[in-house]
């Protein structure tokens, strides 16, 4: 079978990215993130604690149709605790794999240090721009304890994310319908930057600092895929440069700068989530007016 190469990335200090266009073997997941076959679980947790590693339930996902296509891992600054740190597993079901536009995916997440439950979230991938989203309130999230049947319920939980699907794709569907004036797309973008930047601080007049880009620049399009006036295409837009960064900016002191990616797996996931959920809170909007 045919691959391009495996994508092997380190968006940030602390977290490397691995994401191939077929499924990831053993070994890729293990040189990416070898928490997932942690031995054991870290010296902190309880004797209540069951511990399963990751790469048994993803063995058990395997048998049930899913196949992971990505993964990352967080680091720790903490001396011995790298092994058994956080990680995260984009998984698609057979049927799903290469469906285009987009892809559905499941994000499986989970540490052996306690800073994490099994989660899972459901997720949809870009082709054109390798995007990886975070569905919002769409679909309710699972979390799965670390006692009793782990293994069952994780498996139990995918399917009931790939039973929400349908309601996913109609959303997407219905944001690809719903045009955007340019001043929308700024609005949006604009709460996108807040999302991202924050307050950056306040000045001795009162003012906030200004973030290092601008609305305008994160509604820039890189590709001609992604020129449109649709919900869908601004949300992408916008969604890539916030996740990605490398947009030319100035630092508060007025430096010439390139915005950061987003690496960490939480804040990644959090500012991600939050995206959709803007893009969700603008669907409403224009379909009641």
Request: net charge neutral; hydrophobic share 40%.
């Amino acid at each position: 079978m045919y691959s391009t190469p495996t994508l092997a990335t380190r968006f940030a200090r602390n977290t490397r990215v691995v994401r191939t266009d077929v499924p990831l073997t053993e070994d890729q997941l293990r040189a990416a993130a070898p928490s997932v076959f942690a031995e054991g679980k870290h010296e902190s947790r309880s004797e209540r604690y069951t511990y399963i590693p990751t790469i048994e339930v993803l063995r058990g996902l395997r048998k049930e149709g899913f196949e992971p296509f990505m993964v990352a891992q967080g680091a720790s600054r903490i001396e011995g605790k790298a092994e058994f740190t956080k990680h995260l597993v984009r998984l698609r079901h057979a049927g799903q794999v290469q469906t285009r536009p987009e892809a559905n995916e499941i994000i499986l997440i989970n540490s052996h240090d306690g800073a994490s439950s099994y989660q899972l979230l459901a997720g949809a991938f870009r082709f054109v721009c390798h995007n990886g989203l975070v569905v919002g309130d769409v679909v309710e999230d699972i979390r799965i304890p670390h006692r009793g049947d782990v293994q069952g319920e994780v498996i139990d939980g995918a399917f009931r994310v790939l039973d929400e699907f349908e309601v996913v794709d109609e959303h997407v569907a219905a944001m690809k319908t719903l045009r955007l004036d340019p001043p929308e797309e700024v609005a949006f973008a604009t709460a996108a930057l807040a999302l991202r930047f924050g307050e950056r601080g306040v000045e001795e007049s009162g003012g906030h600092r200004p973030a290092p880009v601008t609305a305008e620049q994160l509604n820039e399009a890189r590709r001609i895929e992604d020129v449109g006036h649709d919900l869908w295409n601004t949300f992408q837009r916008v969604s890539e440069n916030v996740m990605r960064g490398g947009q030319a900016g100035r630092s508060v002191q007025g430096r010439r700068l390139r915005t950061r990616p987003v690496g960490s797996i939480d804040r990644g996931v959090s500012l991600n989530r939050a995206l959709w959920m803007l893009a969700e809170e603008m669907r409403q909007i224009k379909a009641a007016s």
